[in-house]
């Protein structure tokens, strides 16, 4: 029973281009969750999604970060024109049905560095 | 004021020691409390839970809560070169799926 995988694990891109990071709940999960962690901080909630519907995108940047999960496939954070800000851990989790924050698990995150 | 805030790290301890991590919260509405593990490079891992004043016991972790106090403990007993980690303390932020993580306490067991 695979975990909560996340791709690529490591991303380079250079200031303005896009970034897409993908995360592949755990089998049988349908509610997923980005985080992000800087540098020296806590991971910080962005975003709750469930198929096909954004729960809770408070913690998102207004510009440039968007995030979906669709009914097929692994849910996407995409964020467009990078700057040297964005740099960061991404980390994805995803839960079963009814799961609250016990029944959170996290993916091995995605390493963004924009040069 | 920061959230969830962490004792700075790195903590050494020798193999058998305890290792005390501390951590406090801003918001006295939250209701949930986590300790994860997290090793260089891999995901956090949760390790404890604890939503009552009191102590809470599993093998060799105790998580200890104090809302009035708003803080928050973990001990680690009989440690060994495996719990060699970033522990990471988090709570509920205003519903039960937000957390909000402090920094993390890097733990380094000495054999």
């Known amino acids: 029973n695979a975990g909560v995988m996340q791709n690529p694990r490591h991303l380079v891109r250079r200031r303005g281009q896009e970034a897409r990071l993908r995360c592949s709940p755990m089998?049988?999960?349908?509610?997923v969750y980005w985080y992000r962690q800087l540098p020296e901080e806590g991971l910080k909630f962005m975003v709750y999604l469930q198929k096909e519907n954004i729960i809770d995108e408070s913690g998102m940047p207004k510009e440039r970060f968007s995030a979906e999960f669709p009914k097929e496939g692994p849910s996407i954070l995409r964020i467009q024109q990078v700057v040297r800000g964005d740099s960061a851990a991404y980390f994805c989790?995803?839960?079963?049905?009814?799961?609250?924050?016990?029944?959170?698990?996290f993916g091995s995150g995605t390493q963004l560095s924009v040069l | 004021q920061k959230e969830v805030e962490q004792n700075s790290g790195p903590l050494s301890v020798p193999e058998g020691a305890i290792a005390s991590l501390n951590c406090t919260y801003s918001?006295?509405?939250?209701?949930?409390f986590f300790w994860y593990r997290q090793y260089s490079g891999k995901s956090p891992e949760l390790i404890m839970s604890?939503?009552?004043?009191g102590d809470k016991e599993d093998g060799r972790f105790t998580a200890q809560l104090n809302k009035a106090s708003q803080y928050v403990s973990l001990l680690i007993r009989d440690s060994q070169p495996s719990d060699s980690a970033t522990y990471l303390c988090a709570v509920t932020l205003g519903s039960d799926y937000k957390l909000s993580f402090g920094a993390g306490t890097t733990v380094t067991v000495r054999a």
């Open positions: 089998k049988g999960h349908s509610h």
């Open positions: 604890i939503y009552s004043n």
């Open positions: 989790a995803s839960s079963p049905p009814g799961g609250g924050s016990e029944k959170l698990f």
């Open positions: 918001d006295r509405g939250s209701q949930s």
